[in-house]
Nanobody, 122 residues
Framework: VQLQASGGGLVQAGGSLRLSCAGS????????LGWFRQAPGKEREFVAA????????YYTGSVKGRFTISRDNAKNTVYLQMYSLKPEDTAVYYCGKTPIMGTMQLRHFTSWGQGTLVTVSS
């Protein structure tokens, strides 16, 4: 499964964006999917993940209550709805996949593809 993120852009603080990540291949629903982000000069970090059937979701503390991850297996797409954006959310956002349930570790995810840039102005 190859993944491609899209939907980034420039938004003012307090605004919202929805990112999409489209996958190819017939085994999309076999994977946990995750969103990670990488700010300039920083390491890539976990943002959110969702289980194969969408029933379990995981978030890093700084985005809980502001971001929502969801997936549509019929469309081979995972989404990240972002509300109340802050300048510190500025980063390139990537999606990845893993066969491991419940993990949030970067090293478990693959098939990153190109990310999408989110810039939040103050």
């Amino acid at each position: 499964v190859q993944l491609q993120a899209s939907g980034g852009g420039l938004v003012q603080a307090g605004g919202s964006l929805r990112l999409s990540c489209a996958g190819s291949g017939r085994t999309f629903n076999s994977y946990t999917l995750g969103w990670f982000r990488q700010a300039p000069g920083k390491e890539r970090e976990f943002v959110a993940a969702i289980s194969q059937n969408g029933e379990s979701t995981y978030y890093t503390g700084s985005v809980k209550g502001r971001f929502t991850i969801s997936r549509d297996n019929a469309k081979n797409t995972v989404y990240l709805q972002m509300y109340s954006l802050k300048p510190e959310d500025t980063a390139v956002y990537y999606c990845g996949k893993t066969p491991i349930m419940g993990t949030m570790q970067l090293r478990h995810f693959t098939s990153w593809g190109q990310g999408t840039l989110v810039t939040v102005s103050s």
